[in-house]
């Protein structure tokens, strides 16, 4: 009886940290709002989202907020990657503007199946989450069932912006690869800036170098076998002013090295690839 009183006791905590985490940015505590995030925000006026993706309308947790290539830029695997662009999905008003699961899947298999190359996706998303100032204000009222728009406006929301690669793998076996941004895997919403240049770093020693959208890109490891990390940085221009943006990107995933799994044909160009965009 005990034993059943105490693991009831954990799995309550465990749940509630969960809770915790996964709406741990929220300024919002109703319990129907914690119950189905949308319908809570059904009543809003989706015109003063400016971007028009509202994170509070998923249970997000800070991963969201930890990408935003500037002073924070934690690095992420295949899986995280995957699981913040769900998030921005289900909380765009505009979801047609994602491309779904299965194509990029599609692709990113075909890429490799076809040409033994290493598909790399990049996502620049801008997204909005409502302040704290606009409940405090009145301008929004947590209802009991919905949230009322009580005059909010655009500035009732603060804006983020979230910036993200990966190479749709957790595991590459190999010692030798070519590497490819793809444009069909470049994931965005920005139209104020223009993306000007590419570096990559990836993880072998030679520093960042330049590369473009579709070039194919031979990248050589020693025969370890290892975790690598892979960087990102993007040079952006805005439209209207020209002034220039430098933000980064990171990514990291498994190197299984020759020495460790010899190749029975080429050693040096033999990939054992999966994505792991499910």
Do not use: W
């Not at 009183?5 to 749940?15: D, E, H, N, P």
């Not at 934690?74 to 909380?91: C, G, M, P, R």
């Not at 699961?101 to 990113?108: C, D, H, L, M, W």
């Amino acid at each position: 009886m005990k034993k059943t009183i105490f693991l009831i006791v954990i799995l309550g905590l465990i749940q509630l940290k969960i809770i915790g985490q996964t709406n741990a940015k929220s300024v919002l505590t109703n319990d129907a709002y914690l119950e189905n995030p949308q319908l809570y925000l059904s009543k809003l006026d989706t015109h003063k989202v400016a971007s028009r993706i509202l994170i509070d309308r998923v249970a997000f947790d800070d991963l969201v907020f930890n990408l935003n290539g500037n002073d924070k830029v934690s690095s992420i695997n295949a899986s995280d990657f995957q699981k913040v662009y769900t998030q921005l999905e289900a909380a765009s008003y505009d979801s047609i503007r994602f491309r779904t699961p299965e194509k990029i899947n599609g692709f990113v298999a075909n890429q490799y199946a076809l040409n033994r190359i290493v598909a790399m996706s990049l996502m620049d998303f801008s997204f909005n989450s409502i302040k704290q100032t606009a409940l405090d204000s009145g301008q929004l009222l947590e209802a009991t069932d919905f949230l009322q728009d009580n005059n909010a406006t655009k500035n009732s929301f603060d804006t983020h912006r979230l910036i993200a690669t990966t190479c749709n793998a957790g595991n590459i076996t190999g010692d030798n690869f070519q590497f490819q941004l793809n444009k069909f895997l470049f994931l965005t919403n920005n139209y104020k800036q223009k993306l000007n240049t590419i570096e990559v770093d990836f993880g072998n020693g030679d520093g960042y170098r330049p590369i473009n959208f579709d070039e194919l890109v031979n990248v050589s490891y020693n025969d370890n076998s290892e975790y690598i990390e892979i960087k990102v940085k993007l040079t952006f221009e805005n439209y209207r002013d020209k002034e220039t943006e430098i933000l980064y990107a990171h990514t990291n995933l498994y190197k299984t090295g020759s020495s460790t799994v010899p190749m029975l044909y080429n050693a040096n160009t033999t990939i054992s690839y999966k994505p792991e965009l499910d």
